[in-house]
């Protein structure tokens, strides 16, 4: 039992570049979470999917596109990344029937930096 | 949309000693607070949550207190130890209703301390 896995761990990208973080979870959640890791600001939310076959914005979605392409996976992508994506990228799921605890469980995170 | 505040950004403290973290939140349809703790190249875990139909909930050293009409709680770690220290978050969410979507919003972190 893995639970969340995220991929890559490391990626250094230039600027204008294109790159996607995968994630899967194993715990048959509903709701998957992309978070961003900032110093001084927390854990804050980029998009998030309810459920399977919806996705919505978080509170800083601008520059980021996601895909909940099953149950399991849910994937963070950046069409053209710039400097200010530099950060720690935390993808997180939650919902396991019949009763949403609400307790998030994190994968290991995602370290970018965008030169 | 909801707006979580978290206050110190660093405390050191003592082993032995307690610590404090607090943190106010601005929607009033928030009915769920967790904690998570954060250790060095790890993702957050899940330390203690509190549901706004009731004002206290403790596990060991650890206790999370609840005040919905001012909209804070806070955080009370005792008899602190080395392994304490790390980066805590709070966070708040609406789990019921119509818009339940279980997003967290999370404060901006505290990075404790325990000097042993």
């Known amino acids: 039992n893995a639970g969340v896995t995220q991929t890559p761990k490391f990626q250094v990208l230039k600027t204008g570049q294109s790159m996607t973080l995968q994630c899967a979870q194993d715990?048959?959640?509903?709701?998957m979470y992309w978070y961003r890791q900032d110093p001084g600001m927390g854990l804050r939310l980029i998009y998030y999917?309810?459920?399977?076959?919806?996705?919505d914005k978080g509170e800083v979605p601008n520059g980021y596109n996601v895909s909940r392409l099953n149950k399991r996976e849910f994937s963070l992508r950046l069409e053209s990344a710039a400097p200010s994506q530099t950060s720690v990228y935390f993808c997180?799921?939650?919902?396991?029937?019949?009763?949403?605890?609400?307790?998030?469980?994190f994968g290991e995170g995602s370290r970018l930096t965008v030169l | 949309g909801e707006n979580v505040e978290q206050h110190p950004s660093t405390l050191s403290v003592q082993e032995g000693d307690s610590a404090v973290i607090k943190c106010t939140y601005s929607?009033?349809?928030?009915?769920?607070f967790p904690w998570y703790k954060q250790e060095l190249g790890k993702g957050p875990q899940l330390i203690i949550d509190?549901?706004?139909?009731?004002g206290e909930k403790k596990d060991q050293r650890i206790a999370v207190t609840l005040n919905k009409t001012a909209k804070h709680f806070s955080l009370h770690i005792t008899e602190t130890q080395p392994e304490d220290s790390a980066v805590y978050f709070c966070?708040?969410?609406?789990?019921?209703?119509?818009?339940?979507?279980?997003?967290?919003?999370f404060g901006q972190g505290t990075t404790l301390q325990v000097k042993p």
């Open positions: 997180a799921s939650s919902g396991k029937l019949p009763v949403n605890t609400g307790e998030l469980f």
């Open positions: 715990m048959n959640h509903n709701s």
């Open positions: 999917s309810a459920s399977e076959g919806t996705t």
């Open positions: 929607d009033s349809a928030s009915n769920y």
């Open positions: 509190i549901r706004s139909n009731v």
């Open positions: 966070a708040a969410s609406m789990t019921s209703g119509p818009s339940n979507t279980g997003k967290l919003i």
